[in-house]
């Protein structure tokens, strides 16, 4: 066993006040009481619960039990997002960044029944340093999308994170593959090869991993508010040590770095329209130009994957994409049509290989010294009936968009099976016949080639 030693204003200010101040499975249906149209908080859903998938399925399993008890989309995304930095740290950890899309059908709900990106790339975190990282984003950038579209309290979300750190979690395989990919470099940070290449031999499938320190600072965002991580003591504690593994973060950059909402990129589908992550993720330009592409031939896979290519080389000013780090992805569907599709990365597997002395964090890789991977999410949906149609969330370094775009026109057409070039890996959750509409119409898909798992039901 490896070891280490209320509710919330959906504002942008109340975002500013808080952080100032503090492969795949199916579940079957879940029964127990509903008490006036909602379950009473810790019962269970009588019927469909809508459903998760991921690339890792500790996370999923999370997210499930989230919905399961009456959560919505955001809400167990929230969880989901919380327990990656946990279970699948070498792409999503605390030191991770990315960006999300969020909808909710209904001209009450916040973006008045159109998606919404919550963008939280990832920044650098100061000038000096001989392993360059990044400023955590990955809180800040959940807790906005909690307090904008949740509907349970931030910190309940972040407690099975902090209990899964506490008391150990069983290793995935797909934390495992990412281990092997790397496990010599890790071994140089003694942080880093005490949980993850214990005694020289790395983790293995099924073996426990306790995280005592990462714990703990998820406890301190539990407790004290995510602000704590950006402004307080905590964010002073990761300065320091982010100093001692060369990471050269400050405390003033990371009192800086704040998520924001963003217009997504529009196209349309049919009847349904498509939205897709803004700029600067260019990936979800990527994805669009290669669903336009098999829009216009749906058997071109190569031409599409050409076009993804193409249009996100020339959003970075060059002709050709250099290699680009890895990434991870999830979809989460509640059962009133609410979804939240997100792209996450530490700029490079395991990022800076190095964890933050006493915090648990495994530090991201700054942009400034890395490229930036493609983040690509899409959400479908029809204006004119309120209704969700699908999402898709993908990964796979330069491959990313084209699964994104191929997964998605499968989706839409009816057969909701990720696909895409190697390495791409594609998440995806699709309603035939809308949601709300018919629950029975829905299909939610982890990649096959993965490691992941999907649930729902």
């Given at each position: 066993m490896a070891k280490t030693g209320s509710n919330f204003i959906p504002t942008m200010a109340a975002l500013a006040l808080s952080t100032a101040m503090g492969g795949c499975s199916t579940v079957g249906r879940v029964k127990n009481a509903v008490i006036g149209g909602e379950p009473a908080q810790g019962s269970l859903l009588t019927g469909y619960i809508g459903g998760a998938a991921a690339d890792e399925p500790n996370a999923v399993v999370v997210a499930r039990d989230v919905?399961?008890?009456?959560?919505?989309?955001?809400?167990?995304?929230?969880?989901?997002?919380?327990?990656?930095?946990?279970?699948?740290p070498s792409r999503a950890s605390l030191g991770a960044g990315g960006a999300c899309l969020a909808y909710q059908p209904g001209a009450d709900s916040p973006n008045k029944g159109a998606p919404e990106a919550i963008m939280f790339l990832p920044v650098p975190g100061g000038a000096g340093g001989a392993r360059p990282a990044?400023?955590?984003?990955?809180?800040?950038?959940?807790?906005?999308?909690?307090?904008?579209?949740g509907s349970r309290p931030f910190a309940e979300m972040v407690g099975p994170a902090e209990q899964a750190a506490r008391l150990g979690h069983k290793v995935s395989r797909a934390l495992v593959r990412d281990i092997a990919a790397v496990n010599g470099p890790l071994a140089g940070d003694a942080q880093a090869a005490a949980l993850f290449v214990p005694g020289g031999a790395p983790l293995a499938e099924g073996q426990t991993l306790i995280q005592s320190d990462l714990g703990g600072s998820i406890a301190q965002i539990r407790t004290v508010g995510v602000g704590d991580l950006y402004q307080g003591l905590l964010a002073h504690k990761i300065?320091?040590?982010s100093v001692a593994v060369?990471?050269?973060?400050?405390?003033?950059?990371?009192?800086?770095?704040?998520?924001?909402?963003?217009?997504?990129?529009?196209?349309?589908?049919?009847?349904?329209?498509?939205?897709?992550?803004?700029?600067p993720a260019d990936g979800g330009a990527a994805m669009a130009a290669g669903l336009?592409?098999?829009?216009?031939?749906?058997?071109?896979?190569?031409?599409a994957y050409v076009a993804t290519l193409n249009t996100a080389a020339a959003a970075r000013g060059g002709a050709s994409l250099p290699a680009l780090p890895a990434s991870t992805s999830f979809v989460v569907v509640d059962r009133k049509g609410g979804a939240v599709a997100c792209a996450i990365s530490m700029g490079n597997l395991f990022g800076t290989g190095r964890i933050a002395p006493g915090?648990?964090?495994?530090?991201?890789?700054?942009?400034?010294?890395?490229?930036?991977?493609?983040?690509?999410?899409?959400?479908?949906?029809n204006a004119n009936i309120g209704a969700f149609r699908a999402a898709v969330a993908a990964s796979g370094q330069n491959a990313a968009?084209?699964?994104?775009?191929?997964?998605?026109?499968?989706?839409?057409?009816?057969?909701?099976?990720?696909?895409?070039?190697?390495?791409?890996r594609a998440n995806v959750a699709a309603c035939g016949r809308y949601l709300p509409g018919d629950p029975a119409s829905c299909r939610i898909s982890a990649d096959p080639r993965g490691y992941g798992l999907a649930?729902?039901?």
């Open positions: 919905l399961a008890r009456g959560g919505n989309a955001a809400d167990a995304a929230t969880a989901l997002g919380f327990m990656l930095p946990v279970t699948l990044a400023v955590p984003m990955l809180a800040r950038g959940l807790y906005l999308l909690s307090a904008r579209y300065a320091d040590a060369g990471g050269g973060i400050t405390v003033d950059a990371l009192r800086a770095s704040l998520p924001s909402l963003a217009s997504p990129i529009m196209q349309a589908a049919g009847s349904d329209q498509v939205a897709f992550l803004p700029s336009l592409a098999l829009s216009q031939n749906s058997a071109d896979q190569q031409g915090t648990g964090i495994v530090l991201g890789a700054s942009p400034a010294a890395r490229p930036a991977p493609l983040y690509v999410a899409a959400i479908a949906y968009a084209a699964s994104g775009a191929i997964t998605l026109s499968s989706a839409l057409s009816g057969t909701a099976t990720p696909s895409g070039p190697e390495p791409g649930s729902g039901g």
